[in-house]
């Protein structure tokens, strides 16, 4: 957690509206109450501690210093610049909030709790992504064809019962327990596959941690959603996202490593263990959920419509995000010629500035409402990914930069819906299994695209029969899925207890 204090000083000369308004409390980033000896505090805000001093001098000037500490534990430094803009220039009554921020204004707890997930995101992720992004390198150190790397590919992805388990148990004991565990068994047995002595032993560990990544990943988005207002859920799972993003790139960056020589790529699976403090940070730091700690109904059924219509779009999705994902870098390396070094530099440069797309899906998606981005971002996210598979050269980096920023902003409107549309009593456990569906889905689309090339099909070809399945999972979602931007989650899930909005 941050330890220094910011201190921020501005003399207003008098009649000036910035003089005005010093005296009286603010309501943009922080919501103020007066105190006693004329000073404001944080009534509701991100900070740790606030404090705003005010001082009017003999000739009408004043001066206002205020003195905060902010309470964003490992992404502090992403927000401190636009949050010090922020406090420096107060923000007209009533106008929306800056395009960084959530909709709603969140308190010290929300902010710490949202940073804390996003960081086990970034772990988990980071896991999620390691064979993907190595298998084309581990395949040619143990001699593997295109058809035994798919085998394989699938079943790493089968092993997301693994995940099931201690959906259950978050379920029963607690979000924060069930995620702090996995923080520190994700790297721990990911980091194994450095030491494998054979192609099987390495697809064993990766079958082992990289559900356990998983498991990690949805819980966070659960008690993420449990802990965000109402209108900022979307948010938050845009944020979960740029910092799975964050994750991802690691992995990504890591592929240098396989430059060094034939064994390389142990070296990436070794870099595992760097998110150790992560776990560390959770133990230490992560609350449980007020929505799992207020009484709840545990035990209810799982409303079978909902949990059918939310995995039939998980599943139908999948059949081509996966293998589009798990197949880019091997077209990358066997079909362009490009080196590792090569592959990193096209994802980082053409996957980081996408990722802006999931800041302005993630605020449109609250503001506007979900399924209108879902209508139009996703067939054109699946159209530019498609062609990427077609094209090269620049126009092969354009499509995948257009793609990728479009899907950016689909998927927090896709995926909040996962954790809105069940109650508290059994959120985990539906997120396990529609996580569950959506991986043995993209489990047959790896296995089929895998065959389908050992037998001469061309990579382009293939994705755009699989980009059926997302052109129809955007048309389920748009035309079944209830609008649930503005909707408070008990409002959604009737059995549930109402909690305070704070």
Known sequence: MPKRLSTITTVWPAGS?????????????????????????????????YRREVATHDDGSVTETTTYRLSIPWFGWLFAGALRRSLRSRRPEGASSPWWSPPDRLTERQARSLALLAAAGMSATFANTLFTQT??????????????????????????????????????????????????LTPIVCALGAAATSFPLLVATQTVGRPLGIALALLAAVAAAEEMPRNSRAYAVSVLAMAAGLGAGVAV?????????????????????????????????????????????????????????????????????????????????KVRGYSGGGIA????????PASLGLVVGGKLADVVGRRRLIAICSPISTICITTAFFVSGPSMW?????????????????????????????RGMAN????????????????????????????????????????????????????????????????DPVISER
């Open 135 to 184: 298998s084309t390198f581990v395949a040619d150190s143990f001699d593997i064809s295109e058809r035994g790397l798919g085998h394989a590919g699938a079943i790493v992805r089968l092993g997301v019962v693994i995940a099931l388990p201690f959906a259950l148990l978050a379920d029963r004991v607690g979000r924060r327990r069930m995620i702090v565990l996995l923080a520190w």
């Open 345 to 352: 530099l096209f994802t980082l440069a053409t996957g980081t």
């Open 432 to 495: 396990g299994l529609v996580t569950a569906t959506a991986l043995l889905s993209g489990s047959v689309g790896i296995l089929l695209v895998g065959s389908l090339r050992d037998q001469g099909y061309s990579y382009g070809s293939l994705m755009a029969c699989m980009a059926l399945g997302q052109l129809t999972a955007a048309f389920v979602a748009y035309r079944w899925y209830p609008e649930t931007a503005h909707l408070e989650l008990e409002a959604l899930n009737p059995g």
């Open 17 to 49: 509206p910035g003089a005005e308004a010093a005296t009286t409390p603010r309501s943009d980033v922080v919501d103020e109450q007066a105190e006693a000896d004329g000073s404001f505090s944080q009534a509701v805000g991100p900070f740790r501690s």
């Open 398 to 426: 354009a499509v995948s930069l257009t793609g990728g920023f479009m899907a950016a902003m689909a998927y927090p409107a896709f995926a909040v819906y996962r954790a809105e549309m069940f109650p508290t009593g059994n």
């Open 253 to 333: 960056a890591a592929l240098r490593l396989t430059d060094l020589g034939p064994e390389g790529w142990r070296l990436v699976y070794l870099l595992s263990l760097v998110w150790l403090p992560v776990a560390v940070s959770l133990g230490r730091h992560l609350l449980e959920t007020r929505r799992f700690e207020t009484i709840h109904r545990i035990g209810v059924p799982i409303n079978r419509k909902r949990l059918a219509l939310i995995a039939s779009v998980a599943l139908a999705a999948n059949m081509f995000v996966a293998p589009a994902s798990y197949f880019q870098n091997n077209y990358l390396d």
